[in-house]
């Protein structure tokens, strides 16, 4: 019996957001989003133009600690902004509706800041509501390609990875997911250890 690889790849991620990350979501306070457990931690900078979020490229060595928020918004962020280059679904940062192609930067590879959502979630709900967009348009196109889409290079909105096989970045995505979801799991361990129940 043939294994369809394109539906292992999808049930793999579905099984950690629906038994692992999402469930550890509920509940998170904005407390806990922005808790900073050492000093010097990457994370979503509140202000009066909105939330920023901590970047430097390239990153410092050894990289900061990073925050519940930051991690929240860089996985959400990052599936949201893939599913814009790869599938074009959802708004760019700058407004225009990208699930129209023909509206769609043409010139925008994956790492394109357009793909980004325009706001930067500057409190818990609204991270995790980034977070379960991100996973919706990311999660939709990739269930809706085929055995020859996942085995297609990513081509020139690949940039450095253009080689590289859909199915590769969607292994590589749900990798992330898992790290970092993982992370923010430990996080909210600690937290509730130093504070007590949320």
């Not at 369809?4 to 407390?31: C, K, M, S």
């Not at 940039?159 to 992370?183: K, P, Q, T």
Request: proline share 8%; with cysteine.
């Amino acid at each position: 019996m043939p294994i369809n690889w394109g539906a292992e790849i999808v049930g793999q991620l579905e099984f950690y957001w629906e038994a692992h990350l999402r469930p550890r979501l509920e509940g998170l306070t904005d407390d806990e989003y922005f808790w900073e457990p050492v000093p010097g931690c990457w994370s979503v900078r509140p202000g009066p133009e909105g939330s920023s979020l901590d970047w430097e490229y390239p990153e410092p060595v050894p990289p900061p600690f990073t925050t519940i928020a930051w991690r929240l918004v860089h996985i959400g962020g990052t599936l949201y902004a893939r599913a814009n280059a790869f599938f074009g679904d959802g708004t760019g940062s700058a407004g225009a509706d990208v699930s129209d192609r023909s509206q769609r930067p043409t010139d925008a590879d994956m790492f394109d800041r357009r793909h980004l959502p325009s706001e930067v979630p500057g409190g818990a709900a609204a991270g995790i509501a980034l977070l379960e967009e991100g996973y919706r348009r990311w999660h939709d196109g990739v269930a809706a390609l085929d055995e020859q889409a996942l085995a297609r290079p990513l081509g020139p909105k690949g940039v450095n990875y253009a080689d590289y096989s859909m199915a590769a970045l969607v292994l590589h995505l749900n990798r992330e997911v898992m790290h970092h979801g993982g992370e923010i799991g430990v996080l909210r361990d600690l937290y509730r250890a130093e504070h007590g129940d949320s």
